[in-house]
């Protein structure tokens, strides 16, 4: 099958889907795969000012990127178009009805969120807001929202939360980002924040989770039980 946009040409065009739409379908390109199930789904497509595509969707519908799989109920998917270098269009998957966000491999999670998921596809930066659950290996975390990505986009989000704390803190924050290598991906969990792990629980209002190394930065106030296990004689 053939990407759409060699199926719809145009300027500006229109696309009403109530079957199997693939934004398109070719892995070894590691293109976007927009999937709405048979009879459940509306898609409404139209050309952008830069040559992409752009599209809402009312129905049950995922969109599967690499390792990531988001899906929901009624959301927006835009693609840009083959030639991106004068495009502004981004690679962008949005979900406002049951949103669910799922990572595969070895940083392998599960993200839902009460109001909305909404993913950079291109970056891998993420937003996540109206009450949020995250499953990854043995750690549940809810919160109320989140932004994610990788080291280098959120270390100056991370920063500047910490800049007017006392040097010694910032300190130790930065020796905290220093640990991380660039290929790690953070997120900055906030509000409300119950955090369960093996090792821990955790209760306080800001959370840095390194998901690939297992590490976690706790800022402000916060309560903390270590799970310790007796060895028996």
Same mark, same amino acid.
């Given at each position: 099958m053939r990407p759409i946009r060699r199926l719809l040409p145009g300027c500006l065009l229109a696309l009403i889907?109530? !079957?199997?739409?693939?934004?398109?379908?070719?892995?070894k390109e590691d293109r976007a795969l927009l999937v709405c199930t048979p009879d459940k789904c509306v898609s409404s497509w139209t050309r952008t000012s830069d040559g992409?595509? !752009?599209? @809402?969707?009312?129905?049950? %519908?995922?969109?599967?990127? $690499?390792?990531? +799989?988001? !899906?929901? $109920?009624q959301g927006l998917f835009s693609q840009p178009p083959q030639d991106?270098?004068? !495009?502004?269009?981004?690679?962008?998957? &949005?979900?406002? &009805?049951?949103?669910?966000?799922?990572?595969s491999g070895d940083d392998a999670f599960e993200l839902t969120a009460g109001d909305r998921i909404e993913i950079d596809l291109d970056d891998e930066?993420? +937003?996540?807001?109206?009450?949020?659950?995250? =499953?990854?290996?043995?750690?549940?975390?809810?919160?109320?929202?989140?932004?994610?990505?990788?080291?280098a986009n959120m270390r100056p989000?991370? @920063? /500047?939360?910490? @800049?007017? *704390?006392?040097? /010694?803190?910032?300190?130790?924050? /930065?020796?905290?980002?220093?640990?991380?290598?660039?290929?790690d991906r953070l997120m900055l969990i906030e509000g409300d924040v119950n955090a369960v792990d093996p090792g821990f629980t955790f209760?306080?209002?800001?959370?840095?989770? =390194?998901?690939?190394?297992?590490?976690?930065? %706790?800022?402000?106030?916060?309560? *903390? @039980? *270590? =799970?310790?296990e007796e060895e028996e004689d």
């Open positions: 889907a109530v !079957s199997y739409m693939a934004a398109s379908v070719s892995a992409g595509l !752009s599209a @809402e969707i009312i129905g049950d %519908f995922r969109v599967d990127y $690499k390792e990531y +799989t988001i !899906s929901g $109920k991106k270098s004068q !495009s502004t269009t981004k690679l962008r998957a &949005v979900v406002t &009805v049951d949103p669910r966000l799922a990572q930066q993420i +937003t996540a807001t109206g009450g949020i659950r995250i =499953n990854a290996k043995d750690t549940l975390i809810t919160a109320q929202q989140l932004v994610g990505g990788p080291l989000i991370i @920063e /500047r939360i910490c @800049e007017a *704390m006392q040097e /010694r803190i910032v300190l130790l924050v /930065r020796q905290w980002l220093d640990g991380a290598d660039t290929s209760r306080g209002q800001q959370l840095v989770a =390194n998901l690939t190394s297992e590490s976690y930065l %706790f800022i402000g106030p916060h309560t *903390m @039980e *270590m =799970n310790v």
